[in-house]
């Protein structure tokens, strides 16, 4: 070993294993899906760093379940234009429903889960064991969901007293 081969090596990265989705954005996810039926339901997953979280782990949980603008469902399908989604640092896979119920991939989902670690279906009923998560490849995975408290971070910093004074 060299002069510094015994020292820890500091961390660069972040590590980019996704420990779980949060209790919250999976009810979301579930409700979302739920009021979209019996439509298709599609959504973008963002994660947040588990030490940010208060976790005593390396990794990433997902945390938001993200609307694509422009998205288009009806019964059997849901798209988007990939060119409307953010390009987001954070995105960690998608979120779908399957009103159907079907818990497995189709060929049309393989072919949207090139982007991204980790990709949910929802089926109906939507319940809280009615979704399965899915690698890139299509191969189920085991995702855990955590309670976690989630951070407030506020979307629009702004209040209608703000607006109304900018309009003046």
Avoid: C
Avoid at 140 to 148: F, I, M, R, S
Wanted: glycine share 8%; net charge negative.
């Amino acid at each position: 070993m060299g002069l510094f081969g015994s020292m820890l090596k500091p961390k660069l990265f972040r590590s980019s294993e996704i420990l779980g989705i949060a209790e919250d954005a999976l009810q979301f996810a579930l409700q979302a899906s739920e009021d979209s039926h019996p439509n298709e339901y599609m959504g973008q997953l963002r994660g947040t760093d588990a030490n940010k979280l208060g976790l005593d782990r390396e990794g990433t949980v997902i945390t938001d379940v993200l609307l694509a603008p422009g998205t288009k469902t009806n019964p059997v399908s849901a798209e988007f234009n990939p060119s409307y989604l953010p390009n987001d640092l954070n995105s960690v896979g998608s979120i779908h429903s399957h009103p159907n119920g079907v818990l497995r991939p189709s060929d049309a989902d393989l072919a949207t889960f090139t982007r991204g670690k980790v990709h949910i279906i929802v089926g109906a009923p939507y319940g809280r064991t009615d979704w399965r998560a899915f690698d890139r490849d299509g191969e189920p995975t085991t995702l855990d969901v955590l309670d976690v408290e989630l951070p407030d971070d506020q979307f629009f910093d702004f209040t209608q007293e703000d607006i109304d004074r900018e309009l003046r």
